[in-house]
């Protein structure tokens, strides 16, 4: 069955530096997401993309966050100098119809 | 005003019975669809159930069913035969409006508890 694949699946990583979460939607989806899921919290809206451009982004999705589609199967997130509040679980998530939303695994991000 | 309610943050069940885990929304969009995901303890999120805003039926897939209660805004999910593998997070989520890029909103959760 196709899935979301997100790499990595932890990371760790010191403040002030940058991360890219890495994702592989379903392959003939075209909505992309990303979510995060800070520990014991609910699941936050970060972004949204179509069409190789943000169609939505939430307050959090300042100007240290980006996404890219670099090729025709990646879906990158970039966090550009992290903080110790972006520890979380990011989730990337497809969607090819309104009645689906498919979610990877997730990648749980660490800042120390 | 909270767009997803999940008024319990924690629920028990004994093994083989049904389970209802509550959910009411706030929209006043015509068409929005809701959705319920399991998040086990290994983290990740699994899509159990979608409900459509104009679905004439309650969707059911499985032991899992909806029930779709539209005037009173509620969307409770209700697990049959409980089993102990279905002790996890479970998250109720609204999309709203008609694009099928928007995003999903989600509740706080309710933890299930499966007991033998």
């Known amino acids: 069955e196709p899935e979301v694949t997100q790499t990595p699946s932890h990371q760790v990583t010191q403040m002030g530096q940058e991360v890219i979460l890495r994702c592989v939607p379903i392959?003939?989806?075209?909505?992309f997401y990303w979510y995060r899921q800070i520990l014991g919290q609910k699941v936050e809206f970060l972004v949204s993309?179509?069409?190789?451009?943000?169609?939505?982004k939430s307050e959090i999705f300042d100007d240290q966050f980006s996404v890219e589609r670099p090729d025709g199967s990646n879906f990158t997130l970039k966090i550009r100098s992290t903080k110790l509040e972006d520890s979380a679980m990011y989730f990337c998530?497809?969607?090819?119809?309104?009645?689906?939303?498919?979610f990877g695994q997730g990648t749980r991000l660490t800042v120390v | 005003a909270q767009k997803i309610t999940q008024t319990q943050p924690g629920m028990f069940v004994q093994e083989k019975e049904a389970v209802t885990l509550d959910c009411t929304y706030d929209?006043?969009?015509?068409?929005?669809?809701l959705f319920w995901y399991k998040q086990p303890s290994s983290g990740e999120m699994i899509f159990l159930i979608y409900?459509?805003?104009?679905?004439?039926q309650n969707a059911t897939e499985g032991r899992y069913s909806l029930n779709f209660q539209k005037a009173r805004k509620s969307a409770n999910l209700v697990i049959s035969a409980s089993q102990l593998g279905d002790s996890a997070m479970y998250f109720c989520?609204?999309?709203?409006?008609?694009?099928?890029?928007?995003?999903?909103?989600f509740g706080a959760g309710t933890i299930l508890r499966v007991k033998s």
């Open positions: 989520a609204m999309r709203e409006g008609l694009r099928t890029g928007n995003k999903l909103v």
């Open positions: 392959s003939n989806h075209l909505y």
């Open positions: 409900q459509g805003s104009y679905d004439e």
């Open positions: 993309f179509y069409n190789n451009e943000i169609s939505e």
């Open positions: 929209t006043s969009d015509q068409s929005y669809g």
């Open positions: 998530a497809s969607t090819l119809t309104r009645r689906e939303a498919f």
